[in-house]
């Protein structure tokens, strides 16, 4: 394939109106405090959303923003992609309800799970459809609900995620420079427990009991996790650059997973990306899985720190595990 098949013409994000802090999540009686949270992980407020603010109404309002950016109608949408691991229903998809309410009358609409790897794993497979012919215009979102999967009382969790969510129009590169220069992207499986929801699956539904016991909520062994996005994250922007026959110092701008800002660190470390070429937002939203790296380009774009001619490097890491990267020309 003879790169770049396709380029981002437009973002958005958009984010739940609550703003809850550390000390916010301390005053509900878990036994955690600010100074802990800031220090381990980076992460000082999220934001949470309320009963009217679900998922396909966070993805909506992120896809009207990247639209309207990219000068693209709703008719014009070949396909949406929604990188979720907290759907409003389990089914259908929560991107068919996505479909319906921007009114994407032509689109194909699917899900696409690969937790907090799901938009770059969904950009690739806009940027496959877009090289296989099958669209011209692919809405790429990544969003999430996680308060909802969350247990409230387990402090090792509850105060690391955040809901949110970013979208991307993906659009055939017609000649130039502009679009996705190199993509990687794996996955492991072997190690699914050490981040995981135990049941509310086929193999243990829900039950008064699972409830109880929180065993639908999303369970994490932190330290491991941490050692292997470490690795992984390291790994990926390896390949991407290599791919692109890039080094660091053509890199403009990191914009890795929002999940702790030791991650984040020990990545650009890695890459040799020194920290005022290194996007962090964690602070203010926590980890939104999926949306992390679709919100934090947007709000890069705002902020002047990716314009036209910038070469991104993206690099995510969730749960399966799944991970990958991208280098991008704006
Ligand atoms: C979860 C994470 C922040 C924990 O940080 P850490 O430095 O690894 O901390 P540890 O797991 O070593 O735990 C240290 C102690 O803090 C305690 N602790 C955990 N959560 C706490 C909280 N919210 N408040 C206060 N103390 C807490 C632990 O119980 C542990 O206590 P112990 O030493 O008495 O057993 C970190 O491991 C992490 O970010 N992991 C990866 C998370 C991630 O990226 N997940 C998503 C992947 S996409």
Redesign the pocket.
């Known amino acids: 394939m003879k790169r770049p098949v396709a380029y981002i013409a437009g973002t958005g994000h958009a984010v739940p109106r609550r703003v809850v802090t550390n000390d916010d999540i301390a005053a509900m009686g878990?036994?955690?405090?600010d100074a802990?949270?800031v220090e381990?992980?980076g992460i000082r407020q999220r934001h949470l959303a309320a009963p009217d603010e679900t998922l396909t109404s966070l993805a909506a309002q992120a896809s009207r923003q990247a639209m309207e950016q990219a000068g693209v109608l709703p008719g014009e949408i070949d396909v949406i992609v929604l990188g979720t691991a907290s759907p409003d229903h389990l089914l259908p998809a929560t991107a068919v309800e996505v479909q319906a309410a921007l009114g994407c009358s032509r689109a194909a609409a699917f899900d696409l799970g690969a937790?907090?790897s799901g938009w770059l794993y969904s950009a690739i497979v806009a940027e496959s459809l877009i090289a296989g012919g099958s669209a011209d215009t692919v809405l790429v979102i990544g969003a999430e609900k996680l308060s909802s999967i969350v247990n409230w009382k387990d402090?090792?969790t509850c105060?690391?995620f955040g809901d949110g969510a970013g979208a991307t129009v993906l659009r055939r590169a017609r000649g130039g420079h502009r679009g996705i220069l190199s993509s990687y992207m794996r996955s492991d499986g072997a190690l699914t427990q050490l981040?995981w929801r135990p049941a509310g699956g086929n193999v243990e539904p829900l039950s008064p009991e699972v409830m109880a016991e929180g065993r639908h909520c999303i369970q994490?062994a932190?330290?491991e996790?941490?050692k292997h996005?470490v690795r992984s994250m390291a790994e990926a922007t390896d390949r991407a650059l290599d791919a692109a026959r890039l080094t660091a110092n053509d890199i403009d701008l990191l914009i890795p997973?929002q999940?702790?800002v030791?991650?984040i660190d020990a990545t650009a470390k890695h890459a040799g990306i020194p920290p005022e070429r290194v996007f962090v937002n964690v602070d203010r939203y926590g980890?939104t899985?999926a949306a992390t790296i679709p919100i934090a380009l947007n709000e890069a774009i705002q902020q002047g720190r990716v314009k036209e001619g910038s070469t991104v490097l993206f690099a995510a890491?969730?749960?399966g595990f799944t991970w990958g990267s991208l280098v991008v020309r704006f």
């Open positions: 878990l036994d955690t405090n802990w949270i381990r992980t937790a907090c402090r090792n105060v690391l981040l994490m932190g330290r996790v941490f996005a997973h999940a702790n030791r991650i980890n899985s890491f969730g749960a």
